[in-house]
């Protein structure tokens, strides 16, 4: 089965830039397209990044996405970090094989 | 402004029944796919399943997890969609939310772009 792998939290100053990642376990993360979720405590996923690197209206462009072949995974880039940024980041993409939406386990922001 | 809103959720005995309804407003409900996503307590986010708009066949998709179990359907005239959850396992206690996709099908996956607030769903003894 594919899998996404992010890393458990990450932690960064406020104003500075932090990128989390996330791997494809096999094939070609290029193949389908990555979606991006922000969960803030006790509430709601919001989705923050759709294909790969398209910007919902109303999300900020210190939020910006990527994709890297060469090592199989995807990337968030939040910029000119804020307190308010603080929140559970999760991946998404697609198992094609077993026709199956996939999330990565999720990664914590602290922003201190 | 894109709503979802859910409703149907409950403390539910282990191998009963529920059903879960999505109700839809401010885009025009037929012409997008929805899929289901739950939360256990403390951990990540599963996709459930999909299913595509009626253009596409209104077809669906599901997780293994829940795979012959759990069904989704929908109802374009009153802007619902459901999750009927038969056989429930205390596994399946979640909050479970109801998200649109970005277009009818999937093309190259699923793309969330609007998420519900979530209804818990208990399954206990």
């Known amino acids: 089965n594919f899998m996404l792998t992010q890393p458990h939290s990450v932690s960064e100053s406020p104003g500075k830039t932090v990128t989390i990642s996330c791997t494809g376990s096999s094939g070609s993360i290029a193949s389908n397209y990555v979606q991006w979720y922000q969960q803030r405590p006790g509430s709601a996923p919001t989705t923050v990044i759709y294909e790969d690197n398209q910007r919902p209206s109303g999300v900020p462009d210190r939020f910006s996405g990527s994709i890297d072949s060469s090592s199989n995974s995807a990337s968030l880039t939040i910029s000119g970090l804020k307190t308010e940024d603080e929140a559970d980041y999760y991946c998404?993409?697609?198992?094609?094989?077993?026709?199956?939406?996939?999330f990565g386990g999720g990664t914590k922001l602290t922003v201190l | 402004e894109v709503q979802l809103v859910e409703s149907g959720g409950g403390l539910v005995q282990p191998g009963r029944s529920l059903r879960l309804s999505c109700t839809a407003s401010?885009?025009?409900?037929?012409?997008?796919?929805m899929s289901w996503v739950r939360q256990a307590p403390g951990k990540g986010l599963e996709w459930v399943g999909f299913i595509r708009s009626k253009a596409y066949g209104g077809t669906t998709e599901y997780a293994a997890s829940v795979k012959g179990r759990f069904t989704i359907s929908r109802d374009d005239s009153k802007s619902i969609a459901y999750l009927q959850m038969n056989s429930l396992k205390t596994e399946d206690t979640a909050v479970y939310y109801c998200t649109r996709d970005l277009r009818g099908t999937m093309v190259r996956g699923v793309i969330i772009t609007s998420w519900g607030q979530g209804t818990m769903v208990t399954v206990s003894s």
């Open positions: 998404q993409s697609y198992d094609s094989s077993n026709q199956a939406g996939v």
């Open positions: 401010g885009f025009t409900f037929g012409d997008y796919a």
